[in-house]
């Protein structure tokens, strides 16, 4: 079942981590979660759709995400909701993800051009505008070095973990909730310094 939004113990500084899916409009949000800066979860949710959007794989192996987290009968909620939601809860934020690109893109998304567009009517997207400023744990430069041989995109989260926290995850069903307080955590071993270099 979904947690929050909890603005009760909201803060500033917030980590967030989404899990993707597969449908007929391309990759879309199938799990969201926010930490706040003690990572104490203050939401977190899985994702449905409205036809004519149709889920083709939950991609399960790498999103822990299985049919029945997508049902609404057992608390997904639909897309439109969620992203209401984020809006309203990480405006003024300084949000924290890894590669927070690809999530700032799933949240974002103009789900109703993308359903006309399904429909036969050309439009073209306006992605939802959230106001907030990032970190992005995986662009931290002193961070570089614990990127696995040959990847361009910086290291893993898993790495990362690992190596700067000294914990493992994903050692089992892959949870949005354990890489938003992973990532809150590797952000909070080098705070002052990911502000200075990415703070704008």
């Not at 004519?52 to 439109?80: H, M, R, Y």
């Not at 009517?121 to 931290?140: C, E, G, H, N, S």
């Not at 002193?142 to 973990?161: D, E, F, T, V």
């Not at 949005?176 to 909070?188: I, L, P």
Request: charged share 25%; with cysteine.
């Amino acid at each position: 079942m979904p947690v929050g939004p909890r603005y009760d113990i909201l803060t500033d500084k917030t980590a967030i981590d989404c899990e993707m899916m597969q449908s007929n409009i391309g990759q879309v949000l199938g799990r969201v979660s926010v930490v706040n800066y003690k990572s104490e979860t203050i939401f977190d949710t899985f994702v449905c759709y409205p036809k004519p959007i149709n889920i083709i794989n939950t991609n399960e192996e790498f999103s822990g995400i299985d049919w029945n987290d997508i049902d609404p009968q057992n608390g997904a909620q639909l897309f439109s909701k969620v992203q209401a939601q984020l809006v309203e809860l990480l405006r003024d934020r300084i949000v924290i993800g890894h590669d927070i690109q690809k999530d700032l893109k799933v949240i974002s998304m103009d789900l109703q051009s993308h359903i006309l567009r399904v429909q036969g009517v050309a439009l073209r997207p306006t992605p939802i505008t959230f106001y907030m400023a990032v970190r992005d744990t995986q662009k931290y430069s002193r961070y570089r070095q614990y990127a696995s041989q040959g990847a361009h995109q910086g290291p893993s989260l898993k790495n990362l973990a690992l190596e700067v926290l000294g914990r493992q995850i994903k050692q089992g069903r892959t949870s949005s909730v354990e890489d938003a307080v992973a990532t809150m955590g590797v952000y909070r071993n080098a705070e002052v310094d990911i502000d200075r270099e990415q703070g704008k």
